[in-house]
Structure formats: C-alpha cells, structure tokens
C-alpha cells in the first residue's frame, strides 16, 4: 500500500518568501505529525494533529510557521517570510492512533532559503 | 525538560565487527523507546521499538536493544555488521501519556567498510 507521500520534495525559495508544504498520511491513520532535520538541530518535533484539530503546536518555532489538516487527511505546513534558518528537511509523519500508533514517515521536502 | 542523547555522532566499523551504539533519555514517568534507521536516500524507518515487558527486544535486520531502567539507557546492538547496515541511526523517546510526539536523539552515522 501507498506510504507517507509528500510534495515537493525540493523546494529552493527566497528569503521573505512563503511556501507551503504538502503532507498526505496513510489512508485511515488519524494522527499526523510534522518534524524538522537540520544540521546541528537534529529532528525536531513541530506539530501534532489528531484528526483535523492540533492539539499540540509546542514545536512550532515561531508565529511565522503554521499547519492545517483537512479531512482528517491531507496537511499542509505553512512557512510564512522565509528566513535563511528555516532551511531544513520536513518531514511528515502518520499513525494509527495518536500516542500509542508506530509512526511511519514520509520522504521529506528539502526547503532551502537563499 | 525530556531529552534524548546519542553518545556516538560517527562510528567507522570493519564488515562482521560487533556494534553497540548509546542512547541515553531523559524523562519523567513512563516511556516508550524507539531506533529509527535512515539508509542513504530513503525514509525514516522503524528498527525496533519497546513498550514494557522484556527489556531486550528484538528488531529487523538482527538488531536488538535493551532498555536498563536504572541507567536510564537503551542502546542499540547487532553481533555483525554487514556493509549495508550504512546508514544513519536515531534513537526517539515517547512519554507513554503526551500526544505521541518523539523527541529524537542527534543520531549517529555508522559506515561499515566492506
């Protein structure tokens, strides 16, 4: 079956820009999870949502990020005037359930700020 | 604050030789412990995880870890390495009762030479 797809998977932008990153979890998992890999940051987790609702954010760095989940299904990160330490990997992840589920995580989308 | 550290950033091993990679968390109440596999190019996967029970648990790919409790540890060991076992290794911790967000260790690179 299809895994954690996202999109882009590159995406180069220019400081003060916005993007916004694409998340489509597994069919059926409720949970749904966005984490950050940087150099010398390692993986961060930023978002949680259970279904479409979000009840936990504590991961977002600033006002300037923000997330949404629609249908239970599809999740899109919103990164709002890019700044160069936002270059990173997202990834998405999706689980069953939400605290006791295996996660399974997507390929990444590469952001890189210039 | 819950952390999760990674002794070993990179580890240089010859084909059949013996691994044992640290991980060390820190964390209040009960928690659920992961290792992520990231090989060149791919996803985040799943090596082994540990709930409860017995705290040697077996994974794929011949890995196995054990969670001491008193050290607070749960390391990663596999008796012989093989070249394909190249990849990038994470330790994650899950508090059994937050939103089931990982927090991951820095992880370590692991190169085995053929």
């Known amino acids: 079956g299809a895994g954690v797809s996202q999109s882009p998977s590159n995406k180069v932008t220019e400081k003060g820009k916005d993007v916004e990153l694409r998340c489509d979890p597994i069919?059926?998992?409720?949970?749904l999870y966005w984490y950050r890999q940087s150099l010398g940051q390692g993986l961060e987790f930023l978002i949680y949502?259970?279904?479409?609702?979000?009840?936990?954010k504590s991961g977002l760095p600033s006002d300037r990020f923000s997330a949404e989940r629609t249908g239970g299904s599809v999740s899109t990160l919103t990164i709002q005037r890019t700044q160069q330490e936002d270059s990173a990997v997202y990834l998405c992840?999706?689980?069953?359930?939400?605290?006791?589920?295996?996660?399974?995580f997507g390929p990444g989308t590469r952001l890189t700020v210039t | 604050a819950q952390s999760v550290s990674q002794h070993n950033h990179h580890v240089i091993l010859s084909e059949a030789a013996s691994l044992e990679l640290g991980c060390n968390y820190s964390?209040?109440?009960?928690?659920?412990l992961f290792w992520y596999v990231q090989y060149p190019g791919q996803h985040l996967q799943l090596l082994l995880k540990?709930?409860?029970?017995?705290?040697l648990v077996k994974g794929i790919k011949g890995f196995e870890a054990e969670f001491i409790k008193s050290k607070f540890s749960f390391n990663l060991r596999k008796p012989s390495v093989q070249w394909s076992d190249t990849a990038e290794y994470f330790c994650?911790?899950?508090?059994?009762?937050?939103?089931?967000?990982?927090?991951f260790g820095q992880g370590t690179t692991l190169q085995v030479k053929p």
């Open positions: 992840a999706s689980s069953l359930t939400g605290t006791g589920g295996e996660q399974y």
């Open positions: 949502f259970q279904g479409n609702s979000a009840p936990d």
């Open positions: 964390y209040g109440g009960t928690v659920n």
């Open positions: 069919s059926g998992h409720t949970a």
């Open positions: 994650a911790a899950r508090g059994s009762s937050n939103t089931g967000k990982l927090i």
């Open positions: 540990y709930f409860s029970g017995d705290p």
